[in-house]
């Protein structure tokens, strides 16, 4: 089994530690170097609560990647940042798995043209919880026989992008089967702007911010005296880690930019 060497951009994030505690349990694995916005020059051994990795941290990617021999390189950082990051590691050769989330659909297609023209694989997956990969895909199952449909998804207060990359790559699925259609009254008024949600193609979109979440979220679909709610909950950040893998695993034979982990699912 070959080694696969691995730079985690974000190793000090809820993401990035999780991503460095699933490498350390691998054992072709090797954490070659990090990248985060502090303490360049470090050892990730030196920062609390981090494994006791002897990988040197980074504070600039181009720097990063010039310097150390890399295969892919997992970014769980926040939008602008991970967009940077994802370039760059086109630039050096590095296959990107990206967590990240909050990229624009022009952002999504500059990288996937990136990628194209470099013959290097990448992965960006919105969320790497396999039971989250389902939800969406139940989702869109159903909207074929259930068009009005509205999403409600809750997370850590701490998230900077709403709505989630989740809520709006389940959109984006069930929008591939629905039949277009508003929804709700045709006069009915926000008295207070926003109490509908975010407007994606006609249906609702509800981002909840609370301490105590970590992600949740619920698609609820509407019908004459019925009701479906297909709902996911990840209770703890380990949740998404077996999705990393998998990505990591598999980017490696990929030419193309994948964008939702169904894609790499059996
Ligand atoms: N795809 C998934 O399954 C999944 C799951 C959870 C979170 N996420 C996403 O992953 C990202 C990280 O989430 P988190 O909860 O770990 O966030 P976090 O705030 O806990 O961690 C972010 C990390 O990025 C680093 N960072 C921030 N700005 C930087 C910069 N300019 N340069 C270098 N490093 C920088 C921070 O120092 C920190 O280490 C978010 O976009 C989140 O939405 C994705
Ligand atoms: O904690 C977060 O932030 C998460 N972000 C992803 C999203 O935006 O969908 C996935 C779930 C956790």
Redesign the pocket.
Known sequence: MNTVKIVV????????SEALRMIQKQDNYELVAC????NGGWKVKDIDGLPPFEARIY?DMDECLQEVEADVLID????E??YK?TKSAFEHGVRPVV????FTTDQLEELTDLSEQKGLGAVI?????IG?VLMMQFSKMAAKYFPNVEIIERH?D????AP??TAVKTAELIQQVREEQSQGHPNEKETIPGARGADFDGMRIHSVRLPGLV?HQEVVFGDLGQNLTIKHD?FH?ES?MS??KLAVDRVLELDVLVYGLENLME
Do not use: I, W, Y
Request: no cysteine; charged share 20%; proline share 7%.
């Open positions: 951009a974000g190793p000090r994030g809820k993401m990035g990248v985060d916005k502090k504070e769980l950082t926040a939008p940042v991970g990051h967590g990240t989330t909050g997956a919105p969320n790497f919880a989250a850590h701490q998230k900077l992008d989630s990359g992600a990840s950040r998404f999705g990393v």
